[in-house]
């Protein structure tokens, strides 16, 4: 199993991201997928996940409005946009595979979103 994370960066509050996540070395549309994120000095947190068919989500109340998953299974890949950041955004984000609905499984290495002017 491979994820990788791309999309990261420095952005101003208010300004927007939009991350992906390019998936490997499994059967990608068979599986829920999440985005974690853990910022400077904080445990884990689930921003947002995603069922197999893409038609099923759930957000964080933080993030709620403001960031929306997708998914396209014929790229393997995984998004989130992500609008109107504030500071507190500032984090390093992770790409999940699951297991099922709740139980975390594979991680990517995570990137790095800024949120500071």
């Known amino acids: 199993v491979q994820l990788v994370e791309s999309g990261g960066g420095l952005v101003q509050p208010g300004g927007s991201l939009r991350l992906s996540c390019t998936a490997s070395?499994?059967?990608?549309?068979?599986?829920?997928m999440s985005w974690v994120r853990q910022a400077p000095g904080k445990g884990l947190e689930r921003v947002s996940r995603?069922?197999?068919?893409?038609?099923?989500?759930s957000y964080a109340d933080s993030v709620k409005g403001r960031f929306t998953i997708s998914r396209d299974n014929a790229k393997n890949t995984l998004y989130l946009q992500m609008n109107s950041l504030r500071p507190e955004d500032t984090a390093v984000y992770y790409c999940?595979?699951?297991?099922?609905?709740?139980?975390?499984?594979?991680w990517g290495q995570g990137t790095q979103v800024t949120v500071s002017s």
């Open positions: 070395g499994f059967t990608f549309s068979s599986y829920a």
């Open positions: 999940v595979k699951l297991r099922d609905w709740s139980t975390y499984d594979d």
């Open positions: 995603i069922n197999r068919g893409g038609d099923t989500t």
